[in-house]
């Protein structure tokens, strides 16, 4: 009971000391602004003004190079057999006609076994047309057995004809018989896939995958991630500018030649392919690039010098003055750079806007 008592009175008394506070003589503290810094001797550090310049708008987007799927050839053999050699590997650069690999195929032995029977009969039904010519010619024929004859001396010609073609499709030399089929590049360029080695066996008419793959890699595709929201900055024809991350000095300039139609569900992002000359062979199946994309007319755009602006955790910021010793971090939303050093700022500070020329020692020196 006592103890009840005592609560109720300290409750009381607290209440009391609660409602006799003058809200008037409160003294409010604010919180220290983390983007506001003072320094001492602020004419230290030398001010810029942003400008307004008429500018390109620009979009940079990531691509692999790849082949043109137009100049990659298939190397097929229509004989089959097992190779019983391998002349050449992945990544080998192949003139057209070079021997990629040779195949001891039984296919070819009975296609000259065939050849040479055609020979054969033509050379006896020639004999026999020749022979029922001179009888007829004397009146010991009649003209029907002629007539058969000569039918047989043209059937013969088409067997060797025939028979022939089937050899020269097969790549044989018909003046040297033999088992063994030379699988020949059908045009010049890198081995992009190679599917048989020594001793593999060969199906014919039935290379399920091909026996090689041929690209020509003197023009090749630019293949990029363009997101749908920056599509309207890209449309078919137009032109841009390609840097290599492994030659970034080396520009080159590509045609847009489509854009893909179907947005990947995870990146919503379209395929655009550029199609460039590649000269030398500089480019290489799979090397990363970065492509360029400038607008066709020309827009206003706020710039300051690029020192001015200090890339931080990903986002870029200016010091701003704001009063006496006082300056103001703002972030902003910064574009290309141009040769002379300028930078555009999308967003975040309008012209005449005064920042320090210098961020990076602005910010080295306040962190001190």
């Not at 195949?103 to 020749?130: P, T, Y």
């Not at 293949?223 to 290599?244: K, M, P, S, T």
């Not at 045609?255 to 460039?276: C, F, M, Q, S, Y």
Request: with cysteine.
């Amino acid at each position: 009971m006592c103890a009840a008592a005592l609560l109720l009175a300290g409750c009381r008394s607290q209440n009391a000391s609660a409602d006799s506070v003058d809200p008037a003589k409160v003294q409010v503290e604010e919180a220290p602004d983390a983007n506001t810094v003072e320094v001492t001797r602020p004419e230290r550090f030398r001010l810029v003004t942003a400008e307004q310049r008429p500018a390109y708008n620009e979009l940079n987007v990531t691509g692999t190079v790849q082949p043109d799927v137009s100049r990659t050839v298939p190397v097929l053999s229509l004989a089959g057999g097992r190779a019983i050699e391998v002349r050449v590997r992945l990544g080998d650069f192949v003139h057209k006609g070079d021997v990629l690999a040779r195949i001891n195929s039984a296919d070819l032995s009975a296609a000259f076994s065939d050849h040479e029977k055609a020979v054969a009969d033509e050379k006896l039904a020639k004999r026999q047309l020749d022979r029922a010519q001179e009888l007829y010619s004397h009146g010991a024929m009649a003209l029907k057995e002629l007539e058969v004859a000569e039918d047989a001396e043209n059937k013969a010609q088409v067997d060797v004809k025939t028979t022939t073609e089937r050899l020269r499709v097969l790549g044989a030399d018909i003046d040297h018989p033999s088992s063994i089929v030379e699988v020949r590049a059908p045009i010049s360029g890198v081995i992009v896939e190679q599917n048989v080695t020594t001793g593999t066996g060969v199906k014919s008419l039935d290379n399920s995958p091909n026996l090689f793959t041929i690209a020509d890699m003197s023009r090749v595709w630019l293949v990029c991630d363009v997101y749908e929201n920056n599509l309207a900055q890209v449309h078919l024809g137009d032109i841009a500018e390609v840097r290599l991350n492994a030659y970034p000095d080396r520009v080159l300039r590509g045609r847009v030649d489509n854009i893909g139609e179907i947005l990947d569900p995870n990146t919503r992002a379209a395929k655009v392919r550029l199609d460039l000359a590649n000269p030398g062979n500089l480019m290489r199946q799979g090397m990363f690039a970065t492509a360029t994309f400038r607008s066709k007319s020309q827009v206003m755009r706020t710039v300051a010098p690029a020192t001015a602006l200090l890339r931080l955790h990903d986002k870029y910021w200016v010091f701003v003055p704001a009063g006496g010793n006082r300056f103001r971090r703002t972030e902003v939303q910064a574009g290309a750079t141009d040769s002379g050093g300028m930078q555009q700022i999308i967003s975040g500070v309008e012209p005449g806007t005064q920042m320090v020329a210098n961020s990076l020692q602005f910010s080295s020196e306040v962190s001190q």
